[in-house]
């Protein structure tokens, strides 16, 4: 399995551009995230999504959208990008239940200019 | 909201000694579960111990333990016989049934000095 896996790695952008972050897992798990983690703030929650169809939004939702077409992506998009979006980005999947693991990807870093 | 409290920003412990990071947290819920995550420089996010709150018995990983006092609100991470390689951040996690998503303290980073 290669579990979460995230592309790209680390990405520049320019306010006003728009892009997708990729994400994917192969654990047939119902549940994904997506974090973003900033310096002294810890990890907190975008989006999520309980299975393909169904997205909520999380603590900071604001500028980004989400699709859950299948189990097994999860891609976050950034319709604007503002230097504030400058972050690391974990997305994070796990089977339902509060007692089971959360796995991460590898995360991506990403700088608005 | 439930809300996750890590007091110390930065922690040092000398390689071989024993250090704990404390955690706080604040639910209404009576079912839920607390986790420690680490994140080396590598930034990976490795799972390092689980505790689920109806358990009494404080969970143990090797050289991890909990210290979880449940009518305290408290959950702190001691580590014994520190290795340079325990060197990384540390995070606390809550999970509760009502919403259902891992909500995350702002971090510890812990420095080893060999």
């Known amino acids: 399995n290669a579990g979460v896996t995230q592309t790209p790695k680390f990405q520049v952008l320019k306010t006003g551009q728009s892009m997708t972050l990729q994400c994917a897992q192969d654990?047939?798990?119902?549940?994904m995230s997506w974090y973003r983690q900033d310096p002294g703030m810890g990890l907190r929650l975008i989006h999520y999504?309980?299975?393909?169809?169904?997205?909520d939004q999380g603590e900071v939702p604001n500028g980004y959208n989400v699709s859950r077409s299948t189990t097994e992506d999860f891609p976050l998009r950034l319709l604007s990008a503002a230097p504030s979006q400058t972050s690391v980005y974990f997305c994070?999947?796990?089977?339902?239940?509060?007692?089971?693991?959360?796995?991460f990807g590898p995360g991506t870093r990403l700088l608005v200019l | 909201a439930q809300t996750v409290t890590q007091s110390q920003p930065e922690m040092s412990v000398q390689e071989a000694e024993t250090v704990t990071l404390s955690c706080t947290y604040d639910?209404?819920?009576?079912?839920?579960?607390l986790f420690w995550y680490k994140q080396p420089p590598s930034r990976q996010m490795i799972l390092v111990i689980r505790?689920?709150?109806?358990?009494?018995q404080n969970a143990t990983e090797n050289r991890f333990s909990v210290n979880f006092q449940k009518a305290a609100k408290s959950f702190s991470l001691k580590i014994s016989d520190s290795q340079l390689g325990d060197a990384a951040m540390y995070f606390c996690?809550?999970?509760?049934?009502?919403?259902?998503?891992?909500?995350f303290g702002k971090g510890t980073k812990l420095s080893v000095k060999p």
């Open positions: 639910t209404s819920e009576s079912d839920y579960y």
């Open positions: 994070a999947s796990r089977l339902t239940g509060g007692r089971e693991t959360q796995y």
């Open positions: 654990m047939n798990h119902e549940y």
């Open positions: 996690a809550y999970w509760g049934g009502s919403q259902g998503n891992l909500i």
């Open positions: 999504s309980v299975g393909a169809g169904i997205t």
């Open positions: 505790q689920e709150a109806y358990k009494q």
